[in-house]
């Protein structure tokens, strides 16, 4: 996959800079990303969100139509409303951003994946 995304890096623009190179002059940073936390970093405690109505009825749903399928349903816990979403981002930024600010590299992994420019703690 790794080429797969330089292409699609190149052919978006997306964390690429104005000359064609990638953003903070490295395709990835995963060597870095690999490294243990220093001794004494204390992880922050995961974000948790309770199931609200609709999601409940969509889980009745999959648990009647989709039995037979791989995967489970217990123990969902996904910001799935806009307040939840604003919720995982505070949380975020309140307890996350402090042990990130600790790994020294241009790129941050967020709580959902997605590569963010490093940027000043808020």
């Not at 190179?21 to 995961?46: C, H, I, M, S, Y």
């Not at 816990?77 to 995982?88: Q, S």
Request: charged share 25%; aromatic share 12%.
């Amino acid at each position: 996959m790794e080429y797969f995304y330089r292409e699609m890096r190149r052919e978006s623009g997306l964390l690429m800079t104005p000359d064609g190179e990638p953003e903070g002059g490295a395709w990835n940073f995963d060597a870095d990303n690999r490294k243990a936390l220093p001794r004494g970093t204390r992880v922050p405690a995961q974000a948790h969100f309770p199931v609200d109505r609709i999601t409940g009825e969509v889980e009745v749903l999959v648990r009647e139509r989709f039995a037979d399928h791989y995967g489970q349903l217990d123990g969902f816990d996904y910001p799935v409303t806009h307040a939840d979403a604003d919720a995982l981002w505070q949380h975020f930024r309140q307890h996350a951003w402090p042990v990130l600010a600790i790994i020294r590299t241009p790129w941050r992994v967020t709580s959902i994946g997605c590569f963010t420019p490093a940027l000043p703690q808020p």
